[in-house]
T-cell receptor
Framework: ETGVTQSPTHLIKTRGQQVTLRCSSQSGHNTVSWYQQALGQGPQFIFQ???????GRGNFPPRFSGLQFPNYSSELNVNALELDDSALYLC?????????FGSGTRLTVV | DAKTTQPTSMDCAEGRAANLPCNHS???????VYWYRQIHSQGPQYIIH???NNETNEMASLIITEDRKSSTLILPHATLRDTAVYYCIALDRGSTLGRLYFGRGTQLTVWP
């Protein structure tokens, strides 16, 4: 079985720009969730997608948005980047409470 | 979801058992105890989960107290590769939203 793949692994953006991060789900997993992990902190839940719809959201502003595609892959979009958005972004695919995480995308906002 | 409390850091000699405690005094009947670990700059890795009974798999054992207010993750023979941050999570599987609430976890350092 394939794992969860995230791309890119690293990127650097300038404050105010927009960014799109991508995630390929593990085979058979129909739910995708995204987490933000600041340095020295545990991952924080951003939102979850099931059947191409957002069905839960953490305490993140609307400039954080996402998509889930028919093949269950997903995107995380962040508009108007701020310096505090610098973090490791993790994608997790799941089926019936079995979660598999990708290795994350390290975003640096300068 | 119930909050969990873990020590900030622990260490263990290689080859010895590592016992990582977790308090979850407000856990509800629908909430399972999950353990994940995160090796530096990688994604969290599932270890084990349980509801009431003790559980064991190829990675670890999970001991849950009878009142379910605390649990202990046991790595029976710790190796250097077990050095990681370990997260104890109370997950409400009765909810349609399976959000994992990660605290700061316990940094386990295994030394030679």
């Amino acid at each position: 079985e394939t794992g969860v793949t995230q791309s890119p692994t690293h990127l650097i953006k300038t404050r105010g720009q927009q960014v799109t991060l991508r995630c390929s789900s593990q085979s058979g997993h129909n739910t995708v969730s995204w987490y933000q992990q600041a340095l020295g902190q545990g991952p924080q839940f951003i939102f979850q997608y099931y059947r191409e719809e957002e069905n839960g959201r953490g305490n993140f502003p609307p400039r954080f948005s996402g998509l889930q595609f028919p093949n269950y892959s997903s995107e995380l979009n962040v508009n108007a980047l701020e310096l505090d958005d610098s973090a490791l972004y993790l994608c997790a695919s799941s089926l019936a409470f079995s979660y598999t995480f990708g290795s994350g995308t390290r975003l640096t906002v300068v | 979801d119930a909050k969990t409390t873990q020590p900030t850091s622990m260490d263990c000699a290689e080859g010895r058992a590592a016992n990582l405690p977790c308090n979850h005094s407000t856990i509800s009947g629908n909430e399972y105890v999950y353990w994940y670990r995160q090796i530096h700059s990688q994604g969290p890795q599932y270890i084990i989960h349980g509801l009431k009974n003790n559980e064991t798999n190829e990675m670890a054992s999970l001991i849950i107290t009878e009142d379910r207010k605390s649990s202990t993750l046991i790595l029976p023979h710790a190796t250097l590769r077990d050095t990681a941050v370990y997260y104890c999570i109370a997950l409400d599987r009765g909810s349609t939203l399976g959000r994992l609430y990660f605290g700061r976890g316990t940094q386990l350092t295994v030394w030679p």
